[in-house]
């Protein structure tokens, strides 16, 4: 499976700010998922995206899939201490890889 | 309720002993997968199954093995050949291994590993 390299591997806010994650990859991604796993938790499906060009949002998360499909970004508007935890992407069919993730943590 | 249950949920071995990790899934999913995970770091994949009697390497196979003899159950063995084993081990499920839009991941609540 192809790997998708995630930016920023941490990211330190004050609650109330905005956080942004991002998703790259060299070559055409036929689908991103994005996942979220709180501290000592495990993985928990969020979104998946395929359709070029794509903005999905759920609540307070925007989630965007770049034009060449070779992109992608989850915003979180306005953070909540309930946010916090690490933000995986993943590209694949059969052989499903994980990047390193965001870690976000929030200051109360 | 539908899902995957993953047993024992903390595991303290020797080091030298060989270990095996359940996982059991009720969902009906035809893919199974086993990660592993390391303080602050992502998911490395170790072995994945697409179907009954079938299963490829991931990334990180070596020192591991797995069986998937029943479309429910796919245990993964941690063998003395495995050089740093304490992790974190999850599980996921997946409706199927190859289509696009099929394989979103359901995962267990994972077995912490600690070698001694």
């Known amino acids: 499976g192809q790997q998708v390299m995630q930016i920023p591997q941490y990211q330190h806010v004050q609650e109330g700010e905005d956080f942004t994650t991002y998703c790259n990859s060299s070559?055409?991604?036929?689908?991103i998922q994005w996942y979220k796993q709180r501290p000592g938790g495990h993985p928990v499906f969020l979104i998946q995206?395929?359709?070029?060009?794509e903005v999905k949002k759920q609540k307070r998360l925007t989630f965007q899939f770049g034009e060449a499909k070779k992109n992608s970004s989850l915003h979180i508007t306005a953070t909540q201490t309930t946010d916090v935890g690490t933000y995986f992407c993943?590209?694949?069919?059969?052989?499903?890889?994980f990047g390193q993730g965001t870690r976000l943590t929030i200051n109360p | 309720d539908g899902g995957i249950t993953q047993s024992p949920k903390y595991l303290f071995r020797k080091e030298g002993q060989n270990v095996t990790l359940s996982c059991e899934q009720n969902?009906?999913?035809?893919?199974m997968y086993w990660y592993r995970q390391d303080p602050g770091q992502g998911l490395r994949l170790i072995y994945y199954?697409?179907?009954?009697?079938?299963?490829q390497k991931g990334d990180i196979a070596e020192g591991y093995s797995v069986s998937r003899e029943k479309k429910e159950s796919f245990p993964l063995t941690v063998t003395s050949a495995q050089k740093n084993p304490t992790a974190f081990y999850l599980c996921?499920?997946?409706?199927?291994?190859?289509?696009?839009?099929?394989?979103?991941?359901?995962f267990g609540a994972g077995s912490r590993l600690t070698v001694l």
């Open positions: 996921a499920s997946s409706i199927e291994g190859g289509r696009s839009g099929a394989n979103v991941l359901t």
């Open positions: 070559t055409t991604l036929s689908n």
């Open positions: 995206l395929v359709k070029s060009g």
């Open positions: 993943i590209q694949g069919a059969q052989k499903l890889v």
């Open positions: 969902l009906n999913h035809d893919a």
């Open positions: 199954s697409q179907i009954v009697n079938d299963f």
